[in-house]
């Protein structure tokens, strides 16, 4: 062989030899065959929907892995894999609409997935209804003839509204309309929204799944009457997430539960403790028993996870810099799940409920010891004071 076949030829034989706990990370766009017989087949196979890999975005054993993971813990039937939350929010929207369709989405929903619906889908034809998100059974009075989606996230983002999911889905499916979850707070591991009459739940395994902060992953998991219209919308648009960020998250999966349960656990002490505090008006927070949603949370949710919003009575910009400047345990910064404490500003966009009178601050309970957080917040309530 000469040099530049070596090059291409060198160290291939031995990618798939040793048995290891974990599935070695398949970076490829081409899949070799071994005959035309053997391209054909697997095109076949591929057609009739069978799990075989035929290109790089297409069933590769590492990202199928995760997605048949997820589908599982979800409850639901398949899923796919979107290089971020925010793109699986999209992804899932686009899979049920068509110009000339209406959605009905909560008004507390995750900001950018609600820019995605008031600024990308009407250029396609594609109109919005922003609800009231504790609406329950009463959003039969806002289905349209139009309506295909009623969209949910519960508990809303960064305010913690509870959405009575059973009761919406009988509404929402009475009108042939899908119904969409984005289940990134509780996970299918608190909470299985298929069972409780979701059909496609948005998983923006960035937080919990993958857990540590440093990967960017979303998924589509699909129940068997929508996983159709998913999978053609998903490949039409060329979605996937890198094999490298799949395993990362697979990983991350592994210690999901424990991480979980040790967020819930510090989180409900730091939100009684919260709760007590004179410069807090309330906490945001469905575990607790003061929420509005505490029942419906009880009814539906087996856990909860680590992030909470707490509203303060109200203060001048300049203390609430002092106390989030300096925390030395809470970073400032945007997403959570991951195994550190966070804390942001609440940002929220409304057309429906009307803003709180105080500051809102959402707190991401990370996996540290909750008596070093309290100390922290403690300190926090003091330069806010002072
Ligand atoms: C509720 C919720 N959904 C979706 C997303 C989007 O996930 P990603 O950051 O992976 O785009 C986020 C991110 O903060 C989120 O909080």
């Known amino acids: 062989m000469k040099k ?15 048995r290891t706990v974990n599935l070695p990370i398949h970076r490829a766009s081409t899949v070799l065959f071994e005959s035309v017989a053997e391209q054909r087949d697997i095109q076949r196979r591929w057609d009739a929907d069978e799990q075989v890999p035929t290109y790089g975005i297409i069933n590769m054993p590492g990202v199928l892995a995760l997605e048949n ?37 909560p008004d507390s ?10 600024q990308f889908l009407p250029r396609y034809g594609v109109t919005t209804t922003f609800y009231e998100p504790t609406i329950g059974a009463g959003i039969a009075a806002l289905m349209q003839p139009n309506t295909t989606v009623v969209y949910t996230e519960s508990p809303g983002s960064h305010t913690f509204e509870m959405q009575d999911i059973p009761a919406i889905a009988k509404v929402a499916h009475a009108h042939g309309a899908k119904v969409i979850i984005d289940n990134a707070w509780a996970t299918g591991y608190f909470f299985n929204a298929f069972e409780h009459g979701v059909d496609l739940v948005i998983q923006p395994a960035t937080k919990y799944y993958s857990g540590h902060s440093d990967v960017l992953i979303g998924l589509v998991i699909a129940n068997e009457a929508t996983w159709p219209q998913l999978k053609s919308t998903t490949y039409d648009l060329g979605q996937r997430a890198s094999p490298d960020d799949c395993y990362l998250t697979l990983r991350g999966m592994r210690t999901m539960g424990v991480r979980l349960r040790r967020h819930q656990e510090s989180a409900l002490v730091i939100a009684k403790w919260m709760e007590k505090r004179p410069e807090v008006k309330r906490v945001l927070y469905p575990a607790l028993e003061s929420h509005p949603g505490h029942a419906l949370w ?10 909470f919003t707490v509203e303060l009575h109200p203060v001048s910009d300049k203390q609430l810099a002092a106390m989030m400047d300096h925390y030395q345990h809470f970073a400032l910064g945007y997403s959570w799940g991951g195994f550190e404490s966070l804390v942001v500003t609440a940002h929220i966009a409304r057309t429906v409920n009307a803003l709180p009178s105080g500051p809102l601050v959402r707190y991401n ?18 330069r806010l004071a002072a």
């Open 109 to 118: 929903c995750y900001f950018p997935g609600r820019r995605f619906a008031e």
């Open 298 to 307: 009880k009814r539906d949710y087996t856990g909860a996870a680590g992030l």
């Open 4 to 18: 530049d076949t070596q090059l291409s030829q060198l160290g291939r034989e031995a990618a798939n030899s040793v």
């Open 69 to 105: 993971a997820v589908a599982e813990m979800e409850g639901g039937y398949r899923a796919l894999t979107f290089p971020s939350g925010l793109a699986a929010v999209a992804g899932a929207l686009l899979s049920c609409v068509k110009a000339g369709d209406h959605v009905l989405m």
């Open 365 to 382: 309970i990370g996996l540290e010891d909750p008596d070093d957080l309290i100390r922290d917040l403690e300190a926090g309530f003091a």
